[in-house]
């Protein structure tokens, strides 16, 4: 048997997986201390839902993460500090972060993460971890299909220009 052949757990990671992990692991304990802000200043109890759900996901891939990188001895990286709950009210008008804005913020970091999570299978050789980050796909591809529904539910969603075909009018 090869080295890389039988458990992958017994398998050591390449430099491109640990960089991948370690980076991925930063922005998600990034992405849980701003959805907590954004709670502060969610107005729609839908968003505040969805923001709700996207915590707790990272929360998940955060631990998963976390226990791949201790058993091979990778230093993890920093976490922000927990955001304080606030009221709404109490946050200034013009200082609000607007639902709709907190909306397109959850869509864009969703649609990031899934390119990330495909370039994490990409490079990975470690089966384990290929199959984790198909699995962050899948569960990062349902959420952004929430989050666009709501989006179009709310009159959030602001369509780039369509494209009508000149062909279908001759």
Not at 25 to 41: C, D, E, I, P, W
Not at 122 to 150: C, N, Y
Request: aromatic fraction near 6%; proline fraction near 7%.
């Amino acid at each position: 048997m090869g080295i890389l052949s039988g458990n992958p757990q017994n398998e050591p990671m390449h430099y491109g997986e640990v960089f991948s992990l370690w980076s991925f692991l930063l922005v998600s304990k990034g992405y849980v201390a701003g959805y907590q802000t954004h709670l502060n200043h969610a107005g729609d109890d839908d968003l505040h839902k969805l923001l709700e759900e996207s915590i707790n996901q990272c929360q998940q891939e955060i631990k998963q993460v976390e226990a791949i990188l201790k058993e091979n001895g990778v230093g993890l990286p920093p976490a922000p500090p927990e955001r304080p709950k606030a009221c709404l009210e109490d946050i200034p008008v013009g200082a609000r972060i607007q639902d709709p804005e907190i909306a397109a913020s959850l869509s864009m970091n969703i649609s990031v993460g899934l390119v990330t999570c495909s370039q994490v299978i990409g490079q990975s050789i470690r089966e384990d971890i290929a199959m984790m980050f198909g699995q962050f796909h899948t569960q990062k591809a349902t959420l952004g299909g929430k989050v666009l529904r709501l989006n179009k539910e709310k009159g959030w969603l602001i369509p780039p220009p369509l494209h009508h075909n000149k062909l279908e009018n001759c």
